[in-house]
Structure formats: C-alpha cells, structure tokens
C-alpha cells in the first residue's frame, strides 16, 4: 500500500517535484558529500561510511572545493545542522562551514528519531536572533531498523517467576534487567510477546552475560533455543520462548542480565514497518511546518526535500537467496531514486519540464541559480531548472564501494539505458528504464552490442577502471565498525 504523504505533498503543490531523481551513490555519508560539493564520491575520495573525509584539492587548481555550508556562511548566513545517524558526527567530516553541528547520541543507538530531531531545532530555533541561516536537518526515518516510535515491545524477561522488562528489539533496544538472585536455582525467561507468523524463528539473541559487582556467572544453560557460534561468538535463535537457568550457591544479592537482540521479521511486516516510518515523519515534518508558520518564518524560507538513497524492500535477492532490505550493496534503480522537491511561497516558476534524469550532484547548482549567486566553476551537477538538449549532460555515473559493499560496483545512466558494471566477475547488467522499468530483463550480450549503447560501455568501464586504480583500500576504525554494525550497515 502507498504510504500517506500529506505533508510532503504539501511541500510539492508549493513548489516543484524533480523526478526521476538519481543518488550516485546508494551510501548514506558520501551522497550527503555529494549533495554539499556538486562532486561524485570518487572525485571527493569519499567511499564508505565510517571514513574520515577531508576534501581533496581539485586537479587543475590547488584549491579545496567548498561546502554549501562555507559558501552560505561567507555570505552571512548563521549556519546549523541536526544530524540522525552517527555516520553523519562531525568527526567524519561533514561539519565544514557550520556554526552550530548537533550530533550527540543516547548511549544505547547510533541513530535518532523525527521528533528527536524536531526537538533539537526547536531548541536552537527558539534561541535564534539573526536575520538568515541555511539549515540542515537529516531525518533518518524511514531507515534500518526499521522501527516508528509507537511500536509496542517485543521481549519480555521474566526472572524467578516474576516479570522484570519489555524491550523491543525492532528500536535496537539492548536488554538489561537487574534483579535479586535466590539461593539453588534461578531461571530467566525470554519470552516473545509476538511470534512469527510462519513458526519460524524469531529472536537472535547474543553477548549473553549475568553477573554483579563482584563475579559473572560464566556456566548457565539455556532450554528453548538453539545455539551455534560464528567468529568465537555464541548466538541463540529463540522461537517463542527460551530460559536460562543457574545455580547461586552465595547469599541472595544484585545481579544484572544483559544481552543484544535482533528480531526477524517476515517480509510484509518489514515493509509495513517501513511504510509506517515514511507516514510518521511525515507527521513529524507537519509539526516542523507549523512551528515554522508560528514563527512567521515559513512565508520567507525556501525548501529543498532531498533523499540521499533508495531501499530495497525485499525485490531483490542476496547471493545466499534472501530476500534484500536496504541499501549499499546494489545499483538498481529502487536503490538510487531519490525524492528531490524545491518548495517555497517565494518560487516564481513551478511549471517546470524536466529534461532527462536528474541526480544529486545538481542539487547544489541549482540552489546557486535559484539564490543568483555565481556557481563554483568546479561543479559537476547542472541547474535542473534550465533546459538542455544535451545528452552527455544527462549521464549519471553510479558507484558503491567495498568494505561496506559485497563487492565493488559502477553504473551509469543514460536515459532509457541503464547500464550496471561489476568488475571483479566481469558482469555486465543492461537494462531499458522506459520498456523495463524493474529492471528484470538483462540486455546485455557480449555478442550483440548495439551501437547506441557502445558510448554508454565506455564510459562506464574507463571511468570505473580508472577509480580502481587509484583507489585506495578504506580503512575503518573499531569503533566506526561497530557503529556501522548496529545501524545494520555491516555484518
């Protein structure tokens, strides 16, 4: 079912609605790059999330390329952002030209909700007294996990017989319950509160631990799961129900139990979960709008409504056969379409025809064009708002990379064509937007290529080779890899 938008159309019917629209890059920190410096990722060597990113010189000058943020600051504007996702803090290098960077997170998830967001701004609004300020708030809803704020708990832990705690496991809610111990045996029950719908297993529970200030209970059984260990990690797949059991031959005292979670959802329920994340925050941008109508700041502020990345929704298939959510690791067309909206009670032009596919690099210039200010000569993007029948204007380049890719992949768009290139099997996917636009049916034949498409090829393969040549490998730090872990970037 189509997820209800009144907000966002809102927005749409008071400006213009850019589609389709392509994100080069289905990674969340380098495509937000590419929407501030109008450059491709591997122009701005900004691969994966978790990597450092400082700004390369560009080739012909020696000099940096700069920010939306550095060039609305230089022209006076009080600069602020309010970041969602821990791949977006400010030591990764997205901060550049911003006064105020909000990007703190609760101790137990990498990620914050719409209204935390709001909340944020709202704060930092109240305490503005400039005249103008260019402003970015990333909200991260819909996105892995896929989890609104009202849903209900899905664990329920109960110890010697008396309930203790319900978390959900869809929010990445760590469990952790204290409790007295009694002296022979005590039993902890992790109770599911909603099975599958199939029988199937539902709960993955991991980093099981039980113990106090002064011992951990190292032998401990549990009845109702099963168990296997993978990298010197022991996991447990519970159905229903499981208990743990062990023996305390001390006094009574506190002990704690603490365990991580991950709760597996059939396919309907995930895209219910996601459909139900795109209509809160869409609730939540109504709030946003109203706050900013009160303020009588919503009759002179312009828009831009941008996406950084599609998701998968279970079209697709991993190579081990499971059905695919999310993003990164594909460079299909669900992957990389992006809603880009302009809005603004000031637009004087919203009839608007668009010519050929647009991607995030014009995001930039066409904000330049919109504002009259001049465009950095450096820009790759183009003003979507000015007609061109030049086609090798409306090429789009794809690329997604390792670590956090499979494998490495690069693609390009030319509109119907839709090339997708993977180097290390020499796999070539061709695919016509305008006859196919799911993109089943793969045209490509090494015996039969179309002249039409011969331009498309090379372009695709020189510039892909090229990056791999002088790439180098990412490196990530622990600490960024267990973050991009728990936001479900890696495994």
């Known amino acids: 079912a189509k997820a209800s938008t009144p907000t966002l159309e809102e927005f749409a019917h008071q400006g213009i609605v850019v589609a389709p629209t392509y994100s080069p890059i289905p990674i969340t920190a380098p495509a937000h790059a590419v929407i501030f410096y109008s450059l491709p990722p591997h122009q701005l060597k900004l691969y994966n999330n978790g990597q450092i990113f400082n700004p390369p010189p560009l080739r012909e000058k020696s000099a940096v390329p700069k920010a939306l943020s550095e060039i609305f600051r230089r022209r006076h504007f009080e600069t602020a952002a309010f970041v969602s996702l821990g791949v977006l803090k400010s030591k990764f290098g997205l901060a550049r030209g911003f006064d105020y960077y909000s990007d703190s997170f609760p101790e137990e998830r990498w990620y914050l909700t719409a209204e935390e967001i709001n909340q944020r701004f709202f704060s930092w609004l109240d305490n503005f007294r400039g005249q103008r300020a260019f402003l970015w708030l990333h909200y991260s809803d819909p996105h892995d996990p896929y989890a609104p704020p009202n849903l209900p708990a899905d664990v329920a832990i109960i110890v010697n017989g008396q309930d203790k705690k319900t978390f959900s496991l869809q929010k990445m809610e760590p469990i952790e319950v204290e409790f007295m111990t009694q002296p022979g045996e005590n039993k902890i029950e992790i109770k599911v509160l909603k099975p599958h719908p199939e029988g199937q297993i539902r709960v993955r529970l991991s980093q099981v631990k039980i113990f106090s200030s002064q011992k951990e209970i190292s032998f401990f059984q549990i009845k109702g799961a099963d168990s296997y260990e993978k990298k010197g990690k022991k996991f447990w797949l519970v159905k229903d129900r499981a208990v743990l059991s062990f023996l305390d031959s001390g006094p009574p005292g506190p002990f704690k139990f603490q365990a991580q979670g991950e709760i597996f959802l059939t396919i309907e329920e995930k895209r219910k979960a996601y459909q ?28 831009i409504l941008v996406g950084d990345h599609g998701e998968g929704l279970g079209e697709r298939r991993t190579r081990f056969g499971d059905f695919h959510f999310g993003h990164i690791h594909f460079l299909y067309g669900n992957y990389l379409r992006v809603p880009f909206i302009i809005s603004s009670p000031l637009l004087e032009q919203t009839d608007f025809s668009q010519s050929g596919p647009a991607s995030l690099l014009d995001v930039a210039p066409t904000l330049m064009k919109l504002l009259g200010w001049p465009t950095p000569d450096y820009y790759q993007g183009r003003n979507i708002l000015e007609k061109t029948n030049s086609p090798a204007q409306s090429f789009i380049f794809l690329e997604t990379y390792r670590p956090e890719a499979v494998q490495d992949r690069f693609g390009g768009i030319s509109y119907p064509w839709h090339l997708v290139f993977t180097p290390a099997q020499a796999r070539f996917e061709l695919y016509n937007l305008e006859d196919d636009p799911a993109e089943r049916q793969n045209l490509h034949s090494s015996s039969l290529l179309r002249l039409e498409w011969r331009a498309l090829y090379r372009q695709v393969t020189a510039t892909a080779l090229k990056i791999l040549e002088e790439k180098k490998e990412t490196l990530l730090d622990p600490q960024a890899k267990e973050m991009l872990r728990s936001l479900g970037y890696i495994k």
């Open 276 to 303: 139900a994340e795109v209509e809160y925050l869409d609730a939540q941008l109504k709030i946003f709008r109203e706050k900013l109508i009160s303020r009588g700041i919503y009759q002179q502020s312009l828009f």
